[in-house]
Structure formats: structure tokens, C-alpha cells
């Protein structure tokens, strides 16, 4: 079974543009969480999506927002990009969701922002 | 508020030791706890994951403990090589619907 995919891997942009990441889950996964990691912050919640819904949102502005399609891929984008978005991006994928199914993380996206 | 505290923050030790991380949580109503391995500038990958059921969970040489009440995890790792050398993150899951981590535990084994 494949794991979970993230795409691109790197990537380098400069501030005040957007930026597209793309999650693949494992397939009959049906959530998808995204996380930010950063140095000094660790790993911080972004959000969560169940059969196209957004269930759970963390604490970020409205900058960063994502979808999920019908075949549960999610994307997640960052308009107006600042210095201190530079982080690692990572996705997670469950069966239903967070209580009480174990999480599996893609390679994550390294975002550098110029 | 979950707040995840992981004990302590670097580990160096020599090959062929036991040796034990510490996680604590400060709430206890949980529904599970997830411990994690994540090498530089990797992902995160999944180790051993213990409903809040459940008193420990084993996989190989890793043994993982759980006591809800006191809010406390422990993640053994018995007769460590230079290939354990990574970030262990822990993890609890609960009404949230999110995972809240700890900062983990920088770990060195050298030969």
C-alpha cells in the first residue's frame, strides 16, 4: 500500500506570492490534517478534512486555506507569502480521523520564502 | 488547554544502552497517544500508538507505556543502535480533533 504522497517537495518562493502543496493520503483514508514545523513554534495545526469538509481549523490567518476533493487529496494554499511561513508542511492521513486512529505523515514540503 | 512537555530535550548515549523518553500531558482526557520518529528534514514516521484504553503497546525492540491519570508516556527503546539516532515525538489526540505534540527528544547514539 502506498504511503502518503506530498508534492513538490522543496520550494522556493518570494514574499507576497501564493503557494499550492498538495497532500495524497493512503488510499481508503478519508481525513487529511495539515501541520506547520518550524524551529521554534514545533508542530502546529493547521486543519482538517473529512469527505470534502473542513472539520477542524487551528489557529492561523486566513492566508493559509485548503480543500479536499472526492477522492480525499487535499491541497492547501498560502496567499501573500511572509518571511515567517518559511517551514516544514506536513500531511497526515487517518481512516476517519484523528480520535482514536493512528496518523500517518507524508515527507512533507520544505517551503522557503525569499 | 493540552500542553505536551517531552523529557529531556537531547539524549546522547552509547550504543547497546536502554534507555527511556519521557512524555507528559496536562490533560488527561485523551483518546490516544502516538509516538513518533522523524529524521532531519524528513516526515513524521509512526511508531507505536496507544488508545487511552490501553496500558502499553510493543513493536520489536520499542515498548510504550501509558498512565492517563498521571498524564504520563514512556517510550523504551531497549538495546539502542546508531540507527535509532533521530527526533521522537509524542502525541495525544482528544476532543480537539487534532494532534497537540510535544517539542521531542533530540536522541544520539553513537557507536
Known amino acids: 500500500k502506498a504511503g502518503v504522497t506530498q508534492t513538490p517537495r522543496y520550494l522556493i518562493k518570494t514574499r507576497g506570492q501564493q503557494v499550492t502543496l498538495s497532500c495524497s493520503p493512503i488510499?481508503?483514508?478519508?481525513?487529511v490534517s495539515w501541520y506547520q514545523q518550524t524551529p521554534g513554534q514545533g508542530l502546529q495545526f493547521l486543519f482538517e478534512?473529512?469527505?470534502?469538509?473542513?472539520?477542524n481549523k487551528g489557529n492561523f490567518p486566513g492566508r493559509f486555506s485548503g480543500r479536499q476533493f472526492s477522492n480525499s487529496r487535499s491541497e492547501m494554499n498560502v496567499s501573500t507569502l511572509e518571511l515567517g511561513d518559511s517551514a516544514l508542511y506536513l500531511c497526515?492521513?487517518?481512516?476517519?480521523?484523528?480520535?482514536?486512529?493512528?496518523?500517518?505523515f507524508g515527507p512533507g514540503t520544505r517551503l522557503t520564502v525569499l | 488547554k493540552q500542553e505536551v512537555t517531552q523529557i529531556p530535550a537531547a539524549l546522547s548515549v552509547p550504543e547497546g544502552e536502554n534507555l527511556v523518553l519521557n512524555c507528559s500531558f496536562t490533560?488527561?482526557?485523551?483518546?490516544?497517544l502516538q509516538w513518533f520518529r522523524q529524521d532531519p528534514g524528513k516526515g513524521l514516521t509512526s511508531l507505536l500508538l496507544?488508545?487511552?484504553?490501553?496500558r502499553e503497546q510493543t513493536s520489536g525492540r520499542l515498548n510504550a507505556s501509558l498512565d492517563k491519570s498521571s498524564g504520563r508516556s514512556t517510550l523504551y527503546i531497549a538495546a539502542s543502535q546508531p540507527g535509532d539516532s533521530a527526533t521522537y515525538l509524542c502525541?495525544?489526540?482528544?476532543?480537539?480533533?487534532?494532534?497537540?505534540f510535544g517539542t521531542g527528544t533530540r536522541l544520539q547514539v553513537f557507536p
Open positions: 497526515a492521513s487517518s481512516l476517519l480521523g484523528t480520535s482514536g486512529n493512528e496518523q500517518f
Open positions: 488510499s481508503g483514508h478519508r481525513s
Open positions: 478534512y473529512f469527505s470534502e469538509t473542513q472539520r
Open positions: 490533560d488527561s482526557a485523551i483518546y490516544n
Open positions: 496507544i488508545q487511552s484504553s490501553q
Open positions: 502525541a495525544v489526540s482528544g476532543n480537539t480533533d487534532k494532534l497537540i
